[in-house]
């Protein structure tokens, strides 16, 4: 018994680090995506088009599939505050600061995910991940800053600045909340409705407040795009969180920096320094770390795989 459960767990296990490549592949293009809608559209427009279309493909995964009653408080505060109100606020924020400060400070959803689940949730890591939580996480400030820690001014920019901390801090409220009931009812039923409630509530706003919206050919292809990679995003993100628990799950997301860094370099020509490609490996090393202390060991003694989601 004892044995199987260890076989489990280590399969449950790589499905949530292979979930962990998936997920930050699908993240790292919404930055780039979402910049060339900035061409045409605002932030609020670009952001609450793109998710609601995300939440009507993600229907299209079994569509028979409907929402158990308990689960709906759950997917109506993922919506709203997840995918909704966090979303806007790191919209507007981002419009407001400058972009240094803007990738250093979305950096903060680390941290509060953390923070919560180990304070609330009682997650805790095995020995000697917290060493390479904090190697993952030296990675992301150098990917960030390219260590030109001279360019980043919380002063400067200060109203948008706040406002990407309080949505990193709604974030890591909400993925404490997918971590500690995506086991009961689900990835693709969280997935699912959490986008479409959440793209729902910007549009009605953007309707009130008469935003306009510029719709090319070529603007409607990377709506497509960005709501694809928010779909994706979104269900291998929540899947992960249930085999992984929040934590390790938000360590290895981190991997949505190195790819981000790679889209933006092929469609938007950014450059990416030898600073930044040492981070990036940094990032990838960590992850792969944690996966060979995590996988092969079998479930902590102290608690089992439901406790963890």
């Not at 399969?11 to 292979?18: F, I, P, S």
């Not at 009653?69 to 606020?89: K, Q, T």
């Not at 992850?287 to 092969?296: E, G, I, K, M, S």
């Amino acid at each position: 018994m004892k044995q199987q459960m260890r076989r489990r767990w280590a399969q449950e296990t790589t499905r949530g680090y292979l979930y962990t490549v998936i997920c930050p592949v699908c993240s790292g293009a919404v930055p780039t995506l979402f910049k060339l809608l900035l061409v045409n559209n605002g932030p609020v427009v670009a952001s609450g088009v793109a998710m609601m279309l995300s939440g009507v493909l993600l229907q299209a995964y079994r569509p028979g599939l409907k929402p158990p009653r308990g689960s709906i408080p759950y997917l109506l505060f993922l919506g709203l505050v997840g995918a909704g109100l966090a979303y806007v606020i790191w919209a507007t924020g981002i419009s407001e600061t400058t972009a240094v400060n803007a990738s250093l400070l979305a950096n903060a959803e680390v941290l509060f995910t953390a923070l919560i689940a180990y304070s609330v949730l009682g997650e805790r890591l095995r020995k000697g991940q917290a060493a390479v939580g904090l190697m993952i996480a030296a990675g992301i400030v150098i990917v960030s800053t390219n260590l030109d820690l001279s360019r980043v001014q919380f002063l400067q920019g200060l109203v948008g600045n706040l406002l990407i901390i309080l949505s990193m801090v709604l974030w890591g409220v909400e993925n404490n909340v997918i971590a500690a009931v995506a086991g009961r009812f689900g990835a693709p039923v969280m997935s699912k409705f959490r986008n479409l409630v959440g793209g729902v509530l910007i549009v009605v706003v953007v309707l009130l407040l008469g935003l306009p919206l510029k719709l090319t050919d070529y603007d409607a292809a990377v709506f497509l795009l960005l709501a694809l990679a928010m779909s994706g995003t979104t269900y291998f993100f929540i899947a992960g969180i249930r085999l992984l628990g929040a934590v390790r799950m938000i360590l290895a997301y981190s991997l949505s920096t190195v790819f981000g860094a790679a889209f933006a370099l092929l469609i938007l020509g950014e450059q990416i320094t030898g600073a930044q490609l040492a981070g990036g490996l940094i990032i990838v090393t960590g992850v792969y770390l944690f996966y060979r202390r995590d996988a092969p060991s079998g479930p902590p003694l102290a608690s089992s795989r439901s406790d963890m989601t």
